[in-house]
Structures are given as C-alpha cells and as structure tokens.
C-alpha cells in the first residue's frame, strides 16, 4: 500500500508519444450565447445489454436513452455533447465531430463526446461476450449530430447568458469499490465480509456549471461525477442514477441538464438504492446552483490531441489463473462461463500484444473552470493526480470521452490485480498508460490556459 499511497501523491513520469496538437483559443467576452437540446436514442427489447460478462436483454425502459449537447459560443464556441451509453469507439465518435463541424462551422478540436456508462443501454462496444449492437451505434451518432444541430440554432438564437458556477460535493453515491480482501484478492463480485480497506481514494466533488437567463432561468446547465453509472429503479433499460437524476433536474429546472462522466474506473455504489442516489445527487446540485456565484471570466478555448499508447503484452498462463483463481473461489457458479470468455478475449488480443494505436485526449476551458478529457475509465486516483498538478484551481476529468480505450489503471493497481486489470478486450494498455495521459493532460492545461 505504501507503493499505491506514493503514485497517488506524487505520480510517475512516463512519456508516450502525442501528436497533431489542434488549438482554438479566443478573447474573453462580456458574454455567452448558449443553446442547450436533447435528442433520444430509440431501443427494442431484442438489443443486447452492454455492462455484463455475457448478452443479456431487457424488457420495457425508464426514463430515457438520449444524447444531451450544449454549444457555448463567445468569439469562439464549444460543444459538449453528453450520451447515455456504455461508451463507444472514435470509428463512431470521429465521423460525428466532423458532421458537427461541418454542420454547424465548430472546430473538431471543439467538439467532446462523452458516454455516461450506464449499464442498462443496449451495447456500443464489442466487449466480453458479446458484440456491439451496429444499429443503435448508429442511431446514437444520429442524435448526437441531431442534438448538437439543435443546441447550435438555439445558441444563434439565444439571449446573453451568464456562466455562475460552484464546486459541491458528493460523498455517499459511491466508494472505491476495489477493496482489499483478506486473502489478497481484490474484490469484484461476491462476497465481500472479509473486505479489509479500499486500494484507492474516492473523488467527492461535484462541480456545477450553469448559464443563467436575464430571467434568471438557465439556458442549460452541466454536471460531473465519478462512480459508475450503475442503477435502475426498474429492471429495465434506463440511463442509470446519473442519466435518471439529469433528467429529472432537467424538468424541474426547465432546461437541458447533461451528465458528464468522470474518472470512475474504480469506484461503484455498493449499497444505495436507485431512489436514493437520485435523491441525494439532485439534492447536492440543486444546493450548488442555490450557491453559484457569477464567473470572474467568460474566456473559451479548447485543444484536442491525438495521443500514442501500446497494447500490452501478457502471459497466457498468468491471467488464466488471474480469472479462474478469483471466479472459483467468489462466483464458483458462473466460473468456467467467465474464464471461458477472458480467454476468448485474449485469443483475440494475442496478435495485437505490442501494437501502437493513437486516440483523443482534450483539454477545454469555460470561464474560469478546464476540463480534461480521457477516452478510458480511468482509474479516480488519476483523476485526482491531474486535478492536484493542474495549474488551475477549478479543474475536472471526464472519462470516457471521444473514444475507447478500456480500463487505465494506476501502476500499482497491476500489482494488486482485480477484474480491472485482468487483460481483456476492457483492459488492454501497458502500464504506466495512465501516468503517461496525467503527463500530457497537464501539458494540455497550461496551453489552454495561455492568455
């Protein structure tokens, strides 16, 4: 634990390659233009669920399954679009920037996309056991650049709005839910009695930005949080606690509200229902927008890089044992089903060991808050090492944004193990990966933040 305690402090310097750095900055301006609009994603019962180890379907939906964009426009403007899926690759992700771009005059360097991770939406990624539904792939690409489109006419169209922002906090809807047992596993699934101390740090802060009317209504408003978007008052399709807790927010608030991922690659809620996390969630927001305050600035800027990260090379023998180890002694009925589908994965990752591949980080900047942007469920320890070396007091990270690039785990967290590291088409990057995105979203950071 010291080792984990070390990283988590101080981080580790790793240097991986980045390229074709794309920069959009502007003046401050006495005001914002802002367009907010929502777009569903429409689903059928026979589409497979993403979020589990095998296929599985559900009957009926709550709430529901939509993209959320808000185009923020100074002298330049920005788009944030936010998307109820389990994540998606850029071959998806890449063509809708462009629309939007060509559709609507944004930069692509502008432009984010970012997954809730809600596992109860039909499937955008081939991953464990199953593929991804290309269908509802597609039907999600459509509304982003339907959403977006929308949002960018209300933004033309919109009154100056002004940016209030607060820092809250929310410290019960989730845990580092990687806990150290007492037979030196880390838990996954199962019981959980002999749990002895979480493996990492847990990230409360909930930031809040919204754009306020002259009527003192709001054009739109965004949240950012980091547990995963696991959840559903019902057993059926729903965005989860987090899409289902933005939609509420946004009927009572009478404008579009987008939840924005964050680093949650290992932290879960363990013990509160749906109800409740919807419940303390709005409670929170709605406390921070009673609190916040007018931004001192209303500059924006953006840069989007693309970013080199290699495959990781594994031995056959050591991950089977990984898996079987684990599965037999805490999910002894669904064993051999689990090993059988982390070897099939590996079969498919074995000649692809060692192989560079590129993808999106991006850094943005609203007024006086920056955001990071990582194409991974990256692990809150991360998260929290990009905030603390940030030049920028108000910074956050959004995960699983612009791509896909499975799990990034800290360093030590390889040597602890877990499901998290376990190689698999979810977990896939050579260590040191996540320290080496730390290195460039801070390099990100200070050039957005240039006057």
């Known amino acids: 634990m010291t080792g984990f305690w070390r990283s988590a402090a101080c981080g580790l310097v790793i240097l991986c390659g980045g390229l074709s750095a794309r920069v959009d900055r502007v003046q401050a301006a006495d005001a914002l233009r802002v367009g907010a609009a929502t777009v569903e994603m429409q689903a059928e019962d026979e589409m497979v669920i993403g979020g589990g180890i095998g296929p599985g379907r559900l009957t009926g939906q709550e709430g529901k399954l939509q993209a959320t964009a808000l185009v923020v426009a100074g002298d330049t403007r920005l788009c944030l679009v936010a998307v109820d899926v389990l994540m998606i690759n850029r071959d998806y992700l890449d063509p809708a920037a462009k629309r939007i771009e060509e559709e609507c005059g944004i930069p692509f360097e502008n432009i984010l996309i970012n997954s809730s991770h809600t596992h109860h939406a039909p499937s955008t990624v081939t991953i464990h056991g199953y593929q991804r539904e290309e269908e509802f ?11 977006a489109k929308e949002a960018n006419a209300r933004a033309e169209a919109s009154v100056e709005c002004q940016p209030v922002y607060r820092l809250g906090q929310e410290a019960t809807v989730g845990q580092n839910s990687r806990l150290l047992l007492n037979d030196g596993f880390v838990f996954w699934i199962g019981p959980r009695e002999n749990a002895l101390r979480p493996t990492g740090p847990f990230d409360v802060d909930l930031p809040v930005l919204a754009f306020r009317k002259p009527d003192g209504g709001y054009a ?4 950012n949080h980091s547990t995963h978007c696991i959840g559903t008052r019902q057993p059926k399709r729903s965005p989860g606690f987090y899409g289902l807790a933005a939609q509420e927010l946004s009927e009572e608030l009478e404008a579009p509200c987008a939840f924005f991922s964050g680093a949650a690659g290992s932290t879960h809620n363990l013990i509160l229902t749906t109800d409740e996390m919807v419940l303390r969630l709005k409670g929170a927001i709605h406390d921070s927008l009673q609190a916040a305050q007018p931004m001192s600035s209303t500059r924006l800027a953006a840069v989007k890089r693309e970013f080199t990260y290699r495959v990781r090379e594994f031995d056959e023998e050591t ?4 898996c079987v180890d684990y599965c037999q002694k805490y999910a002894p009925q669904g064993a051999e089903y689990i090993a ?6 590996r079969e498919i990752l074995r000649p692809q060991q060692g192989q560079e591949r ?16 990582v194409p991974a469920e990256y692990f809150t320890v991360l998260g929290i090492e990009i905030k603390r070396r940030s030049p920028h007091r108000n910074t956050f990270v959004f995960g699983l944004s612009n791509d896909y690039i499975g799990y990034v785990p800290n360093r030590d967290a390889y040597d602890l193990g877990g499901y998290q590291t376990w190689t698999g088409l979810h977990s896939f990057v050579e260590r040191g990966t996540g320290e080496a995105i730390v290195d460039e979203c801070v390099r990100m950071l200070e050039e ?4």
């Not at 792939?137 to 959403?147: D, K, Y």
């Not at 739109?220 to 949240?223: H, M, R």
């Not at 991950?319 to 990984?322: D, F, Q, W």
């Not at 993808?359 to 900047?365: E, F, G, K, N, V």
């Open 319 to 322: 991950e089977e044992r990984k």
């Open 448 to 451: 957005v933040g240039r006057e």
């Open 220 to 223: 739109g408003l965004l949240f």
């Open 340 to 345: 059988q589908v982390f070897r099939d994965m």
């Open 358 to 373: 590129s993808t999106w980080l991006q850094a943005l900047r609203i007024g006086d808050a920056y955001f990071v942007a």
């Open 137 to 147: 792939c597609r039907r999600t690409v459509e509304a982003i650049v339907a959403a």
